[in-house]
C-alpha cells in the first residue's frame, strides 16, 4: 500500500512539474492563436492563396512544404483549441522518442481491424523506417500527403514508409477546422477510428497504413499529436521532425534522406539493405 501511496504521489509531483514547465510555452501558444483572430494579422501570416498564385503554382514542381494556410471562417482562440494545444504539448513532454534513443515499438492495428503488428515490425533489416502520423482532418498534413507520396516513391529503393493514422486533429465535435476536407467526429471505438482511416488510404494508397490504438499509445509515445514525421534505424531514432504543423517539414526528410543516400553511395561505404 505504501509503494502504491508512493508511485502517485511521484505521478501527481510529475504532472505538477510538467504544468509548470510547460505553461510558458502553452501561454505564448495561446497569446499567439488570440492575435491569429485578428484577421489583419492573419492575412500577414496565414492566408489562403489566391486563385492567381494557385495557378502559378502548377508551372514549376510543387513545394515539399505547402505554406499553413487558415480561412477567415475558422476561430483559432477557443476552449477547444486551448484543450487541443494543451493535450499536444503534454504528449510532446512525456513522449519517450528521443533522437539517439530506442525507438519506441507500441502496437498499430492494421485496415482490416483484425492484425495488431508493431511499429518496428514494419522495419526491414538495416533500411532506414520512415514514421508519418497524422489525420484526416489535419489540412496542412493531408496538403503534404502528396508531397510524402512524392518522397515514397523516389527513396522506396533505399527506405520504408509507414503512415500511421492518429486521433483526429480538428474533430467536428472538437477544435472544428472548416478548411478539414472531412467531417470526422472524436472517435468512440476502435471500428469510428478504422473507418476514417480508410480515408487517408484513399490519399495515399501506394503507402503502407497503420492505425493507432484507441489509447493512443503510438500518438503519446512519438509525441505525434497534431502531426509529426521520424526517421527509425535499427531500432534507433535518428531523425525527430517538429510538431505540427510548424515543424512538419517534408523538406527536411528529404534532406535527410538525400545525405543518407549519399552515404551509401560513397566508395567506402558498407551498408547491408535486406
Known amino acids: 500500500m505504501l509503494h502504491s501511496l508512493g508511485a ?3 505521478q501527481l509531483l510529475t504532472q505538477a512539474a510538467a504544468c509548470i514547465l510547460l505553461f510558458p510555452r502553452f501561454l505564448l501558444t495561446a497569446v499567439m492563436l488570440w492575435l491569429l483572430d485578428f484577421l489583419c494579422i492573419r492575412k500577414k501570416m496565414l492566408t489562403m492563396p489566391t486563385a492567381e498564385e494557385a495557378a502559378g ?20 482562440f477557443t476552449l477547444e483549441s486551448l484543450k487541443a494545444v494543451w493535450h499536444g504539448q503534454k504528449l510532446d513532454f512525456f513522449k519517450s522518442a528521443h533522437v539517439g534513443s530506442p525507438a519506441p515499438n507500441p502496437e498499430v492495428i492494421q485496415l482490416d481491424g483484425q492484425k495488431r503488428l508493431r511499429i518496428l515490425d ?15 482532418t489535419c489540412p496542412p498534413f493531408m496538403a503534404r500527403l502528396r508531397s510524402f507520396r512524392r518522397l515514397a516513391a523516389h527513396f522506396v529503393d533505399i527506405a520504408d514508409f509507414l503512415l500511421v493514422y492518429i486521433e483526429e486533429a480538428h474533430p467536428s465535435d472538437g477544435w472544428v477546422s472548416s478548411d478539414a476536407a472531412y467531417s470526422i467526429p472524436k472517435h468512440q471505438c476502435l471500428q469510428d477510428r478504422l473507418r476514417a482511416a480508410q480515408l487517408m488510404r484513399e490519399g495515399a494508397p501506394d503507402c503502407p497504413l497503420a492505425v493507432d490504438t484507441m489509447d493512443n499509445a503510438s500518438s503519446a509515445a512519438y509525441g505525434a499529436y497534431f502531426e509529426r514525421l521520424y526517421v527509425i534505424q535499427e531500432e534507433k531514432v535518428m531523425y525527430q ?34
Not at 514494419?122 to 484526416?136: E, T, V, Y
Not at 510538431?243 to 561505404?269: M, V
Request: charged share 20%.
Open 8 to 10: 502517485h504521489t511521484l
Open 57 to 76: 503554382a502548377g508551372e514549376g514542381p510543387p513545394p515539399d512544404d505547402p505554406p499553413v494556410c487558415v480561412s477567415d471562417s475558422n476561430r483559432m
Open 241 to 274: 521532425g517538429g510538431r505540427g504543423p510548424e515543424g512538419y517539414k517534408i523538406s527536411e526528410l528529404r534532406s535527410w534522406l538525400d545525405q543518407y543516400k549519399t552515404r551509401l553511395q560513397s566508395p567506402g561505404a558498407v551498408v547491408i539493405q535486406v
Open 122 to 136: 514494419f522495419a526491414r533489416g538495416k533500411r532506414p523506417l520512415i514514421l508519418n502520423f497524422g489525420s484526416c
